[in-house]
């Protein structure tokens, strides 16, 4: 009885393991998925696609433009994709990692070391979103003006 305790306390304690260091999945067809949350990420900062993020160049986005294009968005044969709230993009900072960008760019290459837009507005005042920037990895104390900024964005499906 003490043998079987002892090896299902160890098998339990290798899945706790196993779902703090879960990490990506690149699921080879323009997306990755965070094996931890469950969240399915575009691989590419938004519009660039192709192998290893090639093809096309990021671009900037105002706020309400980021939203359209992360709801039209078609990858993978899914068209349920949104812009990221602040605790989801924060989910993806490689703050371990030194040097720019604080991603992990195994997973997301060609990412730049930028300010990306989450769907977060800030509380009491909606013309402001937070975001997080991508070249330091926290996310920002005090959020910008939706219409007058222009960042980064990677759109997020599921959770």
Known sequence: MKAIVSALL???LVTVAQLACAGFSNNSDGTV?????KLMWQQC???AGGTNCASGTPA???WDNALGYCNGLVLAGYTDWRLPNIKELHSIVDAAKPGNPTINTTYFPATPAA??????????TTGYAWYVPFSIG?????????NSTMLNIRCVRGG
Do not use: E, N, Q, R
């Open 10 to 12: 160890a098998l339990s």
């Open 33 to 37: 998925t965070d094996l931890g949350s």
């Open 45 to 47: 900062t938004a519009p």
């Open 60 to 62: 900037t986005y105002y």
């Open 115 to 124: 300010d990306f837009w989450s769907s977060t507005t800030f509380s009491g």
């Open 138 to 146: 926290i996310t920002m104390t005090s959020p910008v003006s939706k």
